[in-house]
């Protein structure tokens, strides 16, 4: 990835840039009078490589954050990644690396796509990490909106830490752009899983679906459901499959970490339905509408959901927009009738067809598990973001981070 720049304005080493409506998608790397702001070659090609390490992690409650470490003479020294809701944020993970073989960060430049938090979540404050680890320069991409007005740069400033900001801002907003959306909705972010065969069915006619995937796929899905906060089914699912929605190894055995199991749609649950269990994490959702499906979850602290099926559910959030990351696991087996996988998104010609781009993130855009492959998608950037993130804009995290 190589950050937008021009060659023409690099003076002695540096670049001469100006941040353009930083915290707009049309956020550039210009040249230009107005705001200045110096930032070094090493500490571009720092951000190029911070946003690359920002892509080994998983799309969900947090952004994807990476963060690169360099010298006073410009020498990378360390690299880290955001791995998801509850690990160590980049900035953390690159300075724990360093304190892991003895490397000393005085004096050092933090380079990271994202301002460093300032609140105590699920793992503590990234700017107390920088600060004790001596750092002196911080440079990001974009503003972090989680954070109140006072977020992590002015806590840095006050401890005298250089911060700059704004180098790869568009690139930064782009990768996060759906999270961005999402926060600024104040909605969970929408992770859409479809189980389908190689002519997109997801059940045979008699209303058999177990298994269509392989059990390596059936192992990455369970994965998925340990590290969400929920999954959610439409009722006929209920009635059709009687699931539990657990998140299980492969022996069964239960994982430490289960999300809350959502069932949307107005028909009552059975009460011997197995979606209950007895841990008391199973909801029903009163609902077709799937916006107010969101909002009910988001109110009880929910920031990132699978959506499972079956097809209505899944046409419904797909023609209202409301999904951020699309994985297919497909078969190469074929029904040639059954249920399809969407049934409607209310579109009748192609140039209204819905659009998706390959994800790159999370281990890639395509992956084999086992005889199946595994297609991971989120919605094609049209525009610029209309709404930038801003400090305003969200609630304190609370499922994520
Ligand atoms: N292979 C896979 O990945 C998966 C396969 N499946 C399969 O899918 C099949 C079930 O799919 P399907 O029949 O589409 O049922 P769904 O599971 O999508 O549930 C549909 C029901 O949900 C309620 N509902 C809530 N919101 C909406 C909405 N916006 N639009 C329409 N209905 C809504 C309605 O019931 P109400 O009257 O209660 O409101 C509706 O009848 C099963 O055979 C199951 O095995 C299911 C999940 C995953
Ligand atoms: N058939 C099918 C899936 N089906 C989904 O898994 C649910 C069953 O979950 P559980 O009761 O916890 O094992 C079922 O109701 C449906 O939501 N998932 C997949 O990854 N691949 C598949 O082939």
């Given at each position: 990835?190589?950050?937008?720049?021009?060659?023409?304005?690099?003076?002695?080493?540096?670049?001469?840039?100006?941040?353009?409506?930083?915290?707009?998608?049309?956020?550039?790397?210009?040249?230009?009078?107005?705001?200045?702001?110096?930032?070094?070659?090493?500490?571009?090609?720092?951000?190029?490589?911070?946003?690359?390490?920002?892509?080994?992690?998983?799309?969900?409650?947090?952004?994807?954050?990476?963060?690169?470490?360099?010298?006073?003479?410009?020498?990378?020294?360390?690299?880290?990644?955001?791995?998801?809701?509850?690990?160590?944020?980049?900035?953390?993970?690159?300075?724990?690396?360093?304190?892991?073989?003895?490397?000393?960060?005085?004096?050092?430049?933090?380079?990271?796509?994202?301002?460093?938090?300032?609140?105590?979540?699920?793992?503590?404050?990234?700017?107390?990490?920088?600060?004790?680890?001596?750092?002196?320069?911080v440079v990001y991409a974009v503003d972090?909106?989680?954070?109140?007005?006072?977020?992590?740069?002015?806590?840095?400033?006050?401890?005298?830490?250089?911060?700059?900001?704004?180098?790869?801002?568009?690139?930064?907003?782009?990768?996060?752009?759906?999270?961005?959306?999402?926060?600024?909705?104040?909605?969970?972010?929408?992770?859409?899983?479809?189980?389908?065969?190689?002519?997109?069915?997801?059940?045979?006619?008699?209303?058999?679906?177990?298994?269509?995937?392989?059990?390596?796929?059936?192992?990455?899905?369970?994965?998925?459901?340990?590290?969400?906060?929920?999954?959610?089914?439409?009722?006929?699912?209920?009635?059709?499959?009687?699931?539990?929605?657990?998140?299980?190894?492969?022996?069964?055995?239960?994982?430490?970490?289960?999300?809350?199991?959502?069932?949307?749609?107005?028909?009552?649950?059975?009460?011997?339905?197995?979606?209950?269990?007895?841990?008391?994490?199973?909801?029903?959702?009163p609902t077709r509408d799937p916006h107010?499906?969101?909002?009910?979850?988001?109110?009880?602290?929910?920031?990132?959901?699978?959506?499972?099926?079956?097809?209505?559910?899944?046409?419904?959030?797909?023609?209202?927009?409301?999904?951020?990351?699309?994985?297919?696991?497909?078969?190469?087996?074929?029904?040639?009738?059954?249920?399809?996988?969407?049934?409607?998104?209310?579109?009748?010609?192609?140039?209204?067809?819905?659009?998706?781009?390959?994800?790159?993130?999370?281990?890639?855009?395509?992956?084999?598990?086992?005889?199946?492959?595994?297609?991971?998608?989120?919605?094609?950037?049209?525009?610029?973001?209309?709404?930038?993130?801003?400090?305003?804009?969200?609630?304190?995290?609370q499922g994520g981070y």
């Open positions: 990835m190589a950050l937008k720049r021009r060659k023409s304005c690099r003076f002695q080493g540096r670049q001469l840039l100006r941040i353009g409506s930083r915290m707009t998608g049309a956020a550039k790397l210009q040249p230009d009078a107005g705001v200045v702001t110096a930032f070094s070659a090493a500490e571009t090609g720092a951000m190029e490589d911070a946003l690359r390490a920002a892509l080994e992690g998983p799309r969900g409650a947090n952004p994807l954050v990476g963060a690169v470490v360099i010298g006073p003479d410009g020498r990378q020294l360390v690299s880290g990644h955001h791995r998801g809701a509850g690990t160590a944020h980049a900035e953390a993970d690159a300075i724990a690396q360093a304190a892991a073989v003895g490397l000393d960060l005085s004096g050092c430049t933090m380079v990271v796509t994202l301002e460093p938090c300032n609140h105590v979540g699920r793992t503590g404050p990234c700017t107390e990490a920088i600060i004790a680890a001596g750092i002196t320069d972090d909106p989680h954070d109140p007005a006072a977020g992590g740069a002015a806590t840095l400033r006050a401890a005298g830490i250089r911060v700059r900001s704004g180098l790869g801002a568009d690139e930064a907003l782009d990768l996060n752009r759906q999270w961005f959306e999402a926060v600024a909705a104040k909605r969970p972010f929408v992770t859409l899983h479809i189980a389908q065969t190689l002519d997109a069915r997801i059940a045979a006619e008699d209303g058999t679906s177990q298994w269509i995937s392989s059990p390596e796929s059936l192992a990455d899905n369970h994965g998925i459901r340990g590290r969400i906060d929920a999954i959610l089914v439409g009722t006929q699912t209920v009635m059709v499959d009687n699931p539990r929605l657990t998140a299980r190894d492969a022996a069964g055995n239960p994982a430490s970490k289960q999300p809350v199991r959502a069932v949307m749609g107005l028909r009552a649950i059975p009460e011997d339905a197995a979606i209950h269990g007895d841990d008391g994490l199973a909801v029903h959702l107010e499906a969101l909002s009910m979850l988001y109110s009880s602290g929910i920031r990132h959901v699978m959506v499972e099926g079956g097809s209505s559910i899944l046409s419904s959030f797909l023609a209202a927009g409301l999904v951020d990351e699309l994985i297919v696991y497909l078969a190469p087996t074929l029904l040639g009738s059954g249920t399809p996988a969407l049934n409607g998104l209310g579109i009748t010609s192609l140039p209204d067809a819905q659009q998706w781009e390959w994800d790159a993130s999370d281990g890639g855009a395509v992956r084999t598990l086992g005889r199946d492959l595994r297609l991971h998608l989120r919605p094609q950037r049209h525009v610029a973001l209309d709404h930038p993130p801003t400090r305003a804009a969200a609630e304190p995290a």
